[in-house]
């Protein structure tokens, strides 16, 4: 497959020995429930008559296989009896017998056994007893399930390097540890990576100018940064891969679009802007409109769940239906449980949880509050408003209906109309033309949650909901709030203050643990979306649970949580290697240094634009379906589910932007030839040397000056004296514009422009 002549196939990995987090998330919830459904009435320790000796319950005894011999071979999917079974292809080998598997399902079991098959191994420590879950154990004895702790700073040998207590927590490791934090950067790196990490754009040469001078100081740049309506649009891009955001356009049984997805997108975008307290973000993603004194933009707020996917039957059979209703309500409780609580509560939905305290009836309790929701289109307008629009389109269709009546009769009659008929109908179609004419602005729409009922679920046996098992009463987490169950309408209410309620101790920690990645590049708990007992422990216990808490403390305020860090020496460090630290601590768990990162694709592409003064920053709006023709900053974007559909796709792929086919907890960052092939050969970025090009003409009148100037904007530097002359020769040798062209492109592709120290 190619796409701008570069080709796109990269080679699978192949992971046989240690599934990451991510990978076993994927079993639980796209393999696990299939195999639970379809296979283990005949495949597993349970059934009644095993058949063809083949276990599919475990993952030792799945690649020993049956009597065919291994049903699994990970990494070799073509080539696994499992995988050939599904694919309904040989009539011999046919599974499940009675229907074949969705496209999608068996495009997941592709893709499952090709990354290495993962699977919990059948000895990992598990919860889940004959007598059930230990409920108070957990509580008692989990770190992310115990009661939030207001530690006190610890004191340190060094008092003159802590500028606030974060760095009291740090430093306090790194003695214990005998090491010493890297020197603070210098004030070039500072603002580039203020003005990256804030709005996602590159500073200009005069801002660099005036804060390396001493002309404004460091509070004041993050001031200016968090004022910036650039900071909404960068912040919201984070939580838009948490929420799994696109603009609808999936695959097989889910392929519709969402043209007003971006009502969701801009009311993020304006959320982070008007530092709206996380908390009340967070009621306004779950219960919109629901909230006490909700504004109107409160109503795109459950776009949170809207703009994931919705499922549809295939045929329209029991089954089908069935089927589609329990994905969708598996994507709403994934999404929300990872999201805001950091565990895979989906994980429940066939058995209780083989790890963490979540039983199948917390997840049926959860699951039977979006049970009783469905999408609707909500107006982002007045009652009033919307009243009068409709009160006038009504108006135009009776007098439509009136001379299509009128016209009906006369053709039924098989004769002319007369004058009576002929005035009657005149004054009606003036009547409706002065009507249309008068018509107000259609008021926009969001797509949104709404309540339609108040029933409780059953329990699906094995995750079949047309098989009702014990009937659960909607409820938060058990080993969060015990038994307080919920009695308004369909819960949502309920369930999105249990979310941001004082004694929830993972709502806060889980999201200062992402501003902390995002800032940083790798969080406090490497496994953002999973704080159950197979995901990462805290590098820094107790200084997650004091941000925590003084989150929650500070109103739950995102803007007064990136003062708190952006003013710490320890966001301050450089990214300076130091041999005796890197011995003891290679990964940087300890945080003796800032991690040098390559900035996100969407940053990349604008920062291009910004360089080129091509950057139209326009805020909001309907997506743009090709963004690379676009101007426009790269979260404006139209972006399908599935990643196909849309011709940008390609290119965002390319450079490691996540699938919103779920809720991404970070992003990966990947090397590979593709990419410097764009870099090189891409029409979009020939276009952009252009623009640099014709920039620099008009700025600068020699090229020495045009040299300077080009490293002031994208590196926000000088060049050294080599690289100036480097550049001087080159362009001497060549024709003014081809070779201007070749140079510019040559600075546009550099690693030192998409990278932050």
């Known amino acids: 497959?190619?796409?701008?002549?570069?080709?796109?196939?990269?080679?699978?990995?192949?992971?046989?020995?240690?599934?990451?987090?991510?990978?076993?998330?994927?079993?639980?919830?796209?393999?696990?429930?299939?195999?639970?459904?379809?296979?283990?009435?005949?495949?597993?320790?349970?059934?009644?008559?095993?058949?063809?000796?083949?276990?599919?319950?475990?993952?030792?005894?799945?690649?020993?296989?049956?009597?065919?011999?291994?049903?699994?071979?990970?990494?070799?999917?073509?080539?696994?009896?499992?995988?050939?079974?599904?694919?309904?292809?040989?009539?011999?080998?046919?599974?499940?017998?009675?229907?074949?598997?969705?496209?999608?399902?068996?495009?997941?079991?592709?893709?499952?056994?090709?990354?290495?098959?993962?699977?919990?191994?059948?000895?990992?420590?598990?919860?889940?007893?004959?007598?059930?879950?230990?409920?108070?154990?957990?509580?008692?004895?989990?770190?992310?399930?115990?009661?939030?702790?207001?530690?006190?700073?610890?004191?340190?040998?060094?008092?003159?390097?802590?500028?606030?207590?974060?760095?009291?927590?740090?430093?306090?490791?790194?003695?214990?540890?005998?090491?010493?934090?890297?020197?603070?950067?210098?004030?070039?790196?500072?603002?580039?990576?203020?003005?990256?990490?804030?709005?996602?754009?590159?500073?200009?040469?005069?801002?660099?100018?005036?804060?390396?001078?001493?002309?404004?100081?460091?509070?004041h740049v993050i001031e200016e940064l968090l004022a910036s309506p650039q900071y909404g649009e960068r912040w919201a891009r984070h939580w838009m891969d948490v929420a799994r955001y696109s603009d609808g356009l999936g695959g097989f049984l889910d392929n519709r679009g969402l043209p007003n997805a971006w009502q969701y997108r801009d009311f993020v975008v304006n959320a982070f802007n008007a530092d709206v307290p996380f908390d009340q973000f967070v009621r306004w993603q779950i219960a919109g409109e629901l909230t006490p004194e909700a504004p109107l933009s409160a109503r795109a707020g459950t776009g949170f769940f809207a703009v994931g996917p919705t499922y549809n039957g295939d045929g329209g059979d029991a089954e089908a239906s069935a089927a589609a209703r329990a994905e969708t309500l598996s994507d709403r409780v994934d999404t929300f449980s990872r999201a805001f609580l950091g565990l895979t509560v989906a994980c429940a939905r066939c058995h209780d949880h083989k790890f963490d305290p979540v039983s199948i009836k917390d997840y049926y309790a959860i699951a039977g509050v979006f049970n009783n929701t469905s999408i609707a289109d909500k107006p982002l307008a007045p009652d009033t408003a919307v009243k009068a629009y409709d009160d006038h389109q009504n108006k135009i269709k009776s007098f439509e209906k009136q001379i299509k009546q009128l016209n009906d009769k006369i053709k039924k009659e098989k004769r002319e109309i007369t004058e009576e008929e002929k005035k009657k109908r005149d004054e009606w179609a003036k009547n409706r033309d002065e009507l249309r004419k008068s018509l107000p602005p259609k008021y926009a729409i969001a797509h949104g949650l709404r309540e339609n009922g108040s029933n409780n679920m059953h329990v699906a046996i094995r995750g079949d909901l047309r098989k009702k098992g014990e009937e659960v009463p909607r409820r938060f987490l058990e080993v969060i709030s015990r038994d307080k169950t919920f009695n308004k309408k369909s819960g949502l209410l309920q369930l999105a203050e249990s979310v941001v309620a004082r004694d929830n101790p993972l709502t806060s920690r889980v999201f200062v643990n992402r501003v902390w990645q995002w800032h940083f590049g790798r969080a406090i708990v490497r496994t953002p979306s999973n704080f159950g007992i197979i995901g990462d422990k805290p590098t820094h216990p107790l200084l997650l649970d004091w941000l925590a808490k003084n989150f929650m403390d500070n109103g739950w305020s995102i803007k007064d949580l990136h003062r708190l860090i952006m003013k710490s020496s320890t966001y301050r460090m450089s990214s300076e290697h130091i041999a005796a630290n890197f011995d003891r601590d290679g990964d940087n768990r300890m945080i003796w240094r800032m991690n040098p990162r390559r900035v996100e694709v969407e940053s990349w592409r604008d920062s291009l634009l910004s360089a080129t003064a091509e950057l139209d920053l326009k805020i909001g709006g309907a997506p743009i379906n090709q963004i690379l023709e676009s101007p426009r900053r790269s979260v404006y974007a139209t972006i399908s589910r599935n990643g196909d559909r849309i011709s940008s796709d390609p290119f965002f792929r390319l450079f490691d932007f996540p699938a919103p086919r779920s809720t991404a907890a970070k992003r990966t960052t990947s090397t590979v030839p593709q990419q410097y092939l764009f870099i090189m050969n891409s029409p979009f970025f020939q276009k952009r040397a252009e623009a640099l090009v014709s920039r620099l003409i008009r700025e600068s009148e020699t090229n020495e000056d045009r040299i300077n100037r080009a490293y002031q904007l994208l590196y926000n530097r000088l060049p050294s004296d080599g690289e100036r002359e480097t550049g001087l020769e080159f362009l001497s040798k060549v024709d003014f514009e081809p070779g201007w062209q070749q140079y510019a492109q040559a600075l546009l592709g550099s690693e030192e422009f998409r990278y932050i120290e």
């Open 1 to 219: 497959m190619t796409w701008l002549g570069i080709p796109l196939w990269v080679p699978a990995i192949v992971f046989a020995n240690e599934p990451t987090t991510t990978q076993l998330d994927f079993f639980e919830n796209k393999i696990r429930p299939v195999l639970a459904q379809h296979c283990y009435n005949c495949h597993s320790t349970q059934s009644k008559k095993l058949k063809a000796e083949l276990y599919l319950d475990n993952r030792e005894q799945a690649l020993i296989g049956g009597e065919s011999g291994p049903s699994i071979l990970p990494g070799k999917a073509d080539s696994s009896l499992l995988y050939r079974a599904v694919l309904y292809k040989e009539e011999s080998l046919e599974m499940p017998p009675k229907r074949k598997l969705p496209d999608a399902v068996i495009a997941d079991f592709k893709k499952w056994i090709d990354m290495g098959a993962p699977w919990p191994k059948s000895n990992e420590p598990q919860i889940v007893k004959n007598d059930g879950i230990d409920f108070e154990k957990f509580r008692n004895e989990h770190w992310s399930l115990k009661p939030i702790i207001n530690p006190t700073p610890p004191e340190v040998v060094n008092t003159a390097w802590p500028k606030n207590s974060i760095d009291q927590f740090v430093l306090a490791r790194l003695e214990a540890g005998k090491m010493k934090p890297a020197q603070e950067a210098d004030r070039r790196t500072l603002i580039r990576r203020a003005y990256f990490g804030l709005v996602g754009l590159p500073p200009s040469p005069e801002s660099v100018a005036a804060f390396v001078g001493g002309d404004i100081s460091w509070d």
